[in-house]
Every structure is written in C-alpha cells, then in structure tokens.
C-alpha cells in the first residue's frame, strides 16, 4: 500500500529494546491516532519507532507473516516480554519510609515516583494520603500535622507537604552553606589576591529552638543577593495575611514590605 497523501510520518523516539513494550504500543497508538485505522499504514510506519534492536527482530520476521496490526502488535509484546513492567501494588506504598536524614523532598519524590507507577484506580485519594503519612518518622511535624487535621485530597497534602518541606528547608544548618561559600571565596581570594566574600561574626544556637543565629557585618538582603543562585539558597516567602495588623516600625528591604525586618 502506498501511504495518504496527506499522511506526515511522526517523529518518534525510537523503541530502545529495554522499556516496557506495552508502553510503547500505547505511545505509537497516540502519536499514529489521526491514522490508527488504517491497519496497513500502522504495520508500514511501525519499524520507524524502534531501535536497534527492534529492527533486527523486526527484520528476522519471516515475509508475509503479518496480516494485521493487531498481530503485529502480540508479535512485539512476545519478543519484548520480559521487559514488561510488573503493575506495582497499593501494598508498595505502605512499605515507604522515610530514612532518618532523609529530607521531606527526597521522600515525597521517592514516593509520588512509586505511586505514580500504580495502576489507575487501584488506589483512591485517601489510600494514598494514609500510606504517605504511614511512611513519615513517628515524631515528624508533618505526621503529627496530618493525624490532628487530616488531609481530604491529594491537593490537600501536596499543599501540606510543599508547607512543611520549606519549614524544614529553613532549619538546614546555615553554618554548612555558609563553609561552602567560605571555602569558594578562600579560592578566588588565592586566585586575586583581593579579600572577597561573606565574613561571619558569631554564630550561636536557640537552647529553646536549636535555631542558628548569624550576625554578618553587611546587610542581609546583600547577601542574598550574592547568593540567590547558590544550590542551597531557598527564596524566603511574604509574609501573609493583612498587612494592617502588621508592623509597621519594621521593612523589609529583600521584599519591599512591612512587618518584619529582612
């Protein structure tokens, strides 16, 4: 057969011989979906979505051995078989935890990669905040948080984590991004010869909180600003609600706002 005369073969990212087969099939079924019916163009077209190793079983096919692509597509999914993914079970999710240094971010990202490869409708909503909760340290602010005030959606909980990953984000040692910067500007100080960087008076810690308190010899928001494009840098949010009940003695110079200082 010869292909429409409107037909454009798409450009697909060639089959690599080691993913899911099924994935594939339905990744071809969506990128062939204007043409899908056409059952000799979706056999013709289909060597142009695999690789290397697609093509070579694809070219030990005995000759007129495909009739359609329904066979073609079982003849695939045969070859490639072991490659298919085992369907992960809801049970999965109840065997995440979270490591004891382990950040929120790291294990909310462990654990929406694992629910993400579920099955659709084999977990509901609830299920999945019951088992994200299930995985967090037993003294966490987060799980104490969520047994208090339960999150109802999965909206809900994505808020409350985002929430408490900057809270947590805000209680990283600052001593620790502030030796790496030291050990970056003792670089560029050797290299020039001209004394550069951020020099730290006095470092001290809350008993009460376990907060770390820096005194710097130039004004905070500087130094933000120096360091706004460094890894460990977390852009500090607005402070919310009304703006009346505020402050109004304090500015803050980072965000051009009132009620608390930089």
Not at 26 to 34: C, I
Not at 101 to 120: G, I, P, S, V
Request: hydrophobic content about 30%.
């Amino acid at each position: 057969m010869k292909p429409p005369k409107k037909f454009t073969p798409p450009k697909f990212t060639p089959y690599d011989g080691k993913s899911d087969p099924l994935t594939h099939i339905s990744y071809y079924w969506q990128m062939m979906s204007l043409w899908n019916r056409n059952e000799a163009l979706m056999c013709k077209v289909f060597p142009s979505s695999l690789g290397e190793s697609g093509l070579r079983w694809f070219d030990h096919l005995p000759a007129e051995s495909i009739y359609n692509w329904k066979q073609l597509s079982e003849e695939f999914l045969a070859r490639f078989v072991s490659n298919t993914k085992i369907p992960i079970k809801p049970d999965t999710l109840f065997g995440l935890q979270k490591e004891q240094e382990e950040t929120l971010r790291n294990y909310a990202r462990r654990y929406w990669k694992e629910y993400n490869d579920l099955e659709e409708n084999v977990c509901n909503e609830q299920m999945a905040v019951m088992s994200f909760k299930h995985g967090l340290r037993p003294k966490s602010n987060l799980r104490q948080s969520l047994t208090k005030r339960p999150a109802t959606a999965l909206k809900d909980l994505h808020a409350r984590i985002e929430q408490y990953a900057c809270l947590e984000d805000d209680q990283i040692p600052i001593e620790v991004a502030l030796a790496e910067q030291s050990n970056r500007g003792n670089k560029r100080r050797a290299d020039r010869g001209k004394p550069r960087g951020i020099t730290v008076n006095e470092v001290g810690k809350s008993k009460s909180h376990e907060a770390v308190v820096i005194v710097f010899k130039e004004p905070i928001y500087l130094i933000m600003e120096k360091i706004k494009r460094e890894p460990f840098f977390t852009c500090p949010p607005k402070m919310l609600g009304d703006p009346a009940w505020r402050n109004q003695k304090l500015r803050c110079i980072y965000h051009q706002d009132r009620g608390h200082m930089t």
